[in-house]
């Protein structure tokens, strides 16, 4: 016998809370790592890369970036699928969690989101990195004084030829670090959001969209 309409929605909402937490919780605790591989390889970039960052970026920097992102979304949303099935089970029994995959619910209920964000293609960067000032991996970060002065200042070698070597390993680190921490804030908007911008699409908003999109899916037929 199936339990009340208010009894089921109440543990939809239960499922919907913990698995919005389990979201925020697993992309936060993942970031660090995938700073870490960016880093490694900003931190072995030469003077000419750094000067010339179009391959090392579209080679190096973005695959380590699309393809974390790619892996994290797959992980997360089996998560949600065996976790939802889960909760289809305790409600409805075993035949109504096999009826429906996480996925299909997603774009099922998406109709049903009037007040939800769009459930948006994830955001793999196809669009690439440029110099810090215009966009780097798909977002604006600034003006072009973050990085133009010290990549303009150093492309010929001329400035570092005539500096000694421990100014020269000073002048790398310096720009190293300015170049690191635009890639960290650009890669943390595209996974955790812009609070500036909410409309900024990101790995969070399309995973919390269509978390969404299946709690209301799960809440209309509990009716």
Same mark, same amino acid.
């Given at each position: 016998?199936?339990?009340?309409?208010?009894?089921?929605?109440?543990?939809?909402l239960?499922?919907? !809370?913990?698995?919005? !937490? $389990?979201?925020?919780? +697993?992309?936060?605790?993942?970031?660090?790592?995938?700073?870490? $591989?960016?880093? @490694?390889?900003?931190?072995? /970039?030469?003077?000419?890369?750094?000067?010339?960052?179009?391959? #090392?970026r579209?080679?190096?920097? !973005?695959?380590i970036?699309?393809?974390? /992102?790619?892996?994290?979304?797959?992980?997360?949303? $089996?998560?949600? %699928?065996k976790? /939802?099935?889960?909760?289809? *089970?305790?409600l !409805?029994?075993? @035949?109504? +969690? %096999?009826?429906?995959?996480?996925?299909?619910?997603?774009? +099922?209920?998406?109709?049903?989101?009037?007040?939800?964000?769009?459930?948006?293609?994830?955001?793999?960067?196809?669009? =690439?990195?440029?110099?810090a =000032?215009? #966009?780097?991996?798909?977002?604006?970060?600034? =003006?072009?004084a973050?990085?133009?002065?010290?990549?303009?200042?150093?492309?010929?070698? *001329?400035?570092?030829? *005539?500096?000694?070597?421990?100014?020269?390993a000073?002048a790398?680190?310096?720009?190293?670090?300015?170049?690191?921490?635009?890639?960290?804030?650009?890669? +943390?908007?595209r996974v955790?959001?812009?609070?500036?911008?909410?409309?900024?699409?990101?790995?969070?908003?399309?995973? &919390? =969209?269509e &978390?969404?999109?299946? *709690?209301?899916?799960?809440?209309?037929?509990?009716?």
């Amino acid at each position: 016998m199936s339990l009340p309409a208010e009894i089921q929605q109440a543990q939809i909402l239960d499922w919907w !809370e913990a698995s919005h !937490e $389990h979201i925020c919780n +697993a992309l936060k605790d993942r970031l660090p790592a995938l700073y870490y $591989h960016v880093d @490694e390889k900003i931190d072995a /970039m030469s003077l000419k890369d750094l000067a010339r960052k179009g391959r #090392v970026r579209s080679e190096q920097i !973005e695959p380590i970036v699309s393809g974390w /992102m790619q892996k994290t979304y797959a992980e997360l949303t $089996h998560d949600l %699928d065996k976790s /939802m099935r889960l909760s289809l *089970a305790a409600l !409805e029994g075993n @035949e109504a +969690a %096999d009826q429906w995959s996480y996925s299909e619910m997603a774009i +099922a209920g998406s109709a049903l989101a009037i007040s939800a964000a769009p459930v948006a293609a994830v955001p793999f960067f196809a669009g =690439g990195l440029t110099a810090a =000032g215009t #966009v780097v991996l798909g977002f604006t970060i600034g =003006g072009g004084a973050l990085l133009a002065l010290p990549v303009a200042a150093l492309a010929g070698g *001329a400035v570092l030829a *005539a500096l000694g070597p421990s100014a020269r390993a000073k002048a790398m680190a310096s720009l190293k670090q300015r170049y690191r921490s635009a890639i960290h804030a650009a890669i +943390a908007s595209r996974v955790m959001g812009d609070k500036d911008n909410p409309q900024q699409p990101s790995l969070k908003g399309t995973l &919390l =969209g269509e &978390l969404q999109c299946v *709690a209301l899916k799960r809440m209309d037929e509990a009716k």
